[in-house]
């Protein structure tokens, strides 16, 4: 553990984890004993003694196939990391953060109701965030029984929102209930009721995309296999938010979705602005679902993926 005054060695050790090994700041936290509070602290303090000089590049974004993989999709806006940034997962995640951050700023703007779901991506793209002024923070679906301690969407959201001047909206409550029934009466308690009536008002929205397949959606690994079979037989191709959509982006629904807690599929797709931000490959065919069926407006992500939805062919326009 680091004494309370860090010795330039140990802030030096710090910068070179978080800017050149693309360490996150709770890995750094872990490492050093210090809270992630602290790691922020520091690495803002270093920029302000000018220990630290950030250069953007032109590199930053691939702006070619950014371009064509939104005129493939229909979508208003994608940005594609560049393969400058390499194939380690945590530095194209963290890239990608960076770039979600900046885009989700630009579209907040000072004042506006932003809809965040959860995903390590996610969390990434929350470290970078500066500010969003006096927006409001909301918490999009409750909280994974495997989300790990500290990095849920409640502690995302309340960071996110501590960055401003706003407010967080957020709820404690399983993804995924027992029952239907109690998924009900647990919609009509105070603070559930309270972050979930922002739904309506929300204007931007960054969500991660899952395919409906083990390891990639986390609705798929709360349900039982039977349940998450009855969807993929139904044509589950993709989920966000607890939101299960065919190939042509329409809802999938069964006994097991009326026990998920989040925003609606008619919430989402009412939401002016919705970045999906997802680094990880593998998840073309999800996109193109929710670019099918207008659930997100922008995307974020890496050259992989980006080369794997281009592979498919044009996608429906946008029509929002």
Not at 101 to 115: F, P
């Amino acid at each position: 553990m680091t004494s309370a005054t860090e010795s330039d060695a140990v802030i030096e050790a710090i910068l070179r984890r978080y800017h050149l090994d693309d360490a996150t700041k709770l890995e750094i936290a872990s490492e050093f004993g210090i809270s992630r509070f602290k790691v922020a602290r520091l690495l803002e303090d270093a920029k302000r003694r000018g220990l630290v000089r950030i250069e953007i590049t032109p590199s930053a974004a691939d702006l070619d196939r950014s371009e064509r993989l939104r005129r493939a999709l229909g979508l208003r806006r994608a940005v594609v990391v560049s393969e400058a940034t390499g194939r380690d997962p945590d530095a194209v995640r963290r890239a990608v953060g960076r770039a979600s951050a900046r885009l989700l700023t630009e579209l907040a703007g000072r004042e506006s109701v932003v809809g965040i779901s959860a995903s390590l991506a996610l969390i990434a793209m929350g470290e970078e965030i500066e500010t969003l002024g006096e927006s409001t923070v909301v918490q999009l679906c409750g909280v994974h029984t495997n989300q790990v301690a500290g990095v849920g969407p409640v502690e995302l959201v309340r960071d996110i929102a501590a960055k401003s001047s706003g407010r967080s909206r957020v709820f404690y409550a399983p993804f995924v209930m027992p029952t239907a029934a109690s998924a009900h009466d647990l919609r009509r308690d105070p603070s559930v009721r309270l972050t979930m009536s922002a739904y309506a008002r929300l204007d931007v929205a960054a969500v991660s995309v899952g395919s409906w397949a083990p390891g990639s959606s986390g609705l798929h690994d709360s349900l039982s296999p039977e349940e998450s079979a009855e969807l993929a037989d139904a044509g589950a191709v993709a989920e966000v938010c607890g939101i299960v959509v065919d190939r042509d982006g329409e809802p999938v629904t069964s006994a097991a979705t009326e026990r998920v807690l989040g925003i609606s599929f008619d919430e989402l797709r009412r939401v002016p602005e919705v970045i999906a931000v997802v680094p990880t490959s593998g998840r073309a065919a999800a996109i193109r679902a929710l670019a099918a069926g207008t659930l997100i407006t922008s995307l974020v992500t890496s050259a992989e993926l980006a080369d794997e939805i281009l592979a498919g062919g044009p996608a429906q326009a946008d029509s929002r």
